[in-house]
C-alpha cells in the first residue's frame, strides 16, 4: 500500500499531459463506457432494477481517471439521462418481453433519476467513482490493494441504491408502464426484506463475477503500459 501523496493514473501514463481538452475527452470517453454498459442488461421478473454492465463501467472509470474526472464522468452520466437523453439503462417495461439485452436495438431509458427506483444507484456511481478514483492514486489500483478498492466502491454504491430503492418500496407507489406498485411486485414480508430481495441479493453473483474482472483487468492494464512505456524510452 502506498503513502498519502498522490501516484499517477492510468490514463495519466497511457495519455500523458495536461489541458482541458485533454482531461475532457477522457471524461467523455468513460462516460461512453458507461452509456454502453448499461445496456448489457438482464431482467429479473421480480425487481425493476435489471442486472447491468454499469457497476463494472463505474469501477473502471474511477480507477482509470482518478478522484475528480472519475465523479465528473459519472455525474455527465447522470445529467445526460435526467436530461432526456437513452443512456440509463432500459426500464422494466421495455424489458417485459425480454430476459436478456445487448445494447442493440438500443433501448436506452432517459428520466431524472428522482422518479427512477434505480436512482440511487446512478447518484452512488458519482460517489463510487471518486472513491474508488481517490485510493488509485494511492496506488491501491494495482495488485494486491485492487480487489480491495474496488469491493469498497461497489459497497458505496449500493447504500445509495438500497436506501433509495426502500424509499420506493416503502411509499407503494405504481411502477410505470407494469400498473403494480412496487410492494406488489418485489417479493418480501417487511420493507427492509423487499429491499435487499430486489436491489442486493440477486446482484451478489454478478457483482463478484464484475469485481473479480476489474481487478484482473487493471493490473494487466497497468503491466502492459508499463511495458510500453519502457520499451518507447530512449535507451541510455
Do not use: C
Not at 117 to 125: C, T
Amino acid at each position: 500500500m502506498r503513502s498519502s501523496a498522490r501516484a499517477i493514473t492510468l490514463t495519466e501514463v497511457v495519455f500523458p499531459g495536461t489541458g482541458i481538452l485533454r482531461d475532457g475527452l477522457l471524461i467523455l470517453g468513460f462516460t461512453g463506457l458507461t452509456v454502453i454498459f448499461a445496456q448489457i442488461a438482464i431482467r429479473l421478473p421480480f425487481t425493476t432494477v435489471p442486472i447491468t454492465g454499469q457497476t463494472l463501467a463505474v469501477l473502471l472509470t474511477g480507477a482509470a481517471l482518478g478522484s475528480n474526472r472519475g465523479a465528473l464522468s459519472l455525474l455527465l452520466y447522470a445529467v445526460l439521462g435526467t436530461m432526456g437523453a437513452p443512456v440509463f439503462a432500459p426500464s422494466s417495461a421495455a424489458l417485459q418481453n425480454q430476459t436478456v439485452h445487448l445494447i442493440l436495438p438500443w433501448q436506452g431509458t432517459g428520466k431524472a433519476i428522482w422518479e427512477l427506483s434505480s436512482g440511487g444507484y446512478i447518484l452512488g456511481f458519482v460517489f463510487a467513482a471518486y472513491v474508488v478514483g481517490l485510493l488509485a492514486e494511492r496506488g491501491w489500483d494495482r495488485k494486491a490493494w485492487v480487489s480491495a478498492a474496488m469491493l469498497i466502491g461497489n459497497v458505496i454504491l449500493y447504500v445509495f441504491g438500497l436506501a433509495w430503492l426502500g424509499y420506493f418500496i416503502a411509499s407503494n407507489q405504481v411502477i410505470p408502464g407494469l400498473g403494480r406498485t412496487y410492494q406488489e411486485l418485489i417479493p418480501g414480508s417487511s420493507v427492509l426484506e423487499k429491499t435487499l430481495v430486489g436491489g442486493l441479493y440477486p446482484f451478489i453473483p454478478g457483482d463478484l463475477f464484475k469485481l473479480v474482472i476489474a481487478s484482473l483487468v487493471l493490473p494487466s492494464a497497468w503491466e502492459l503500459a508499463s511495458r510500453i512505456k519502457g520499451r518507447d524510452s530512449p535507451k541510455p
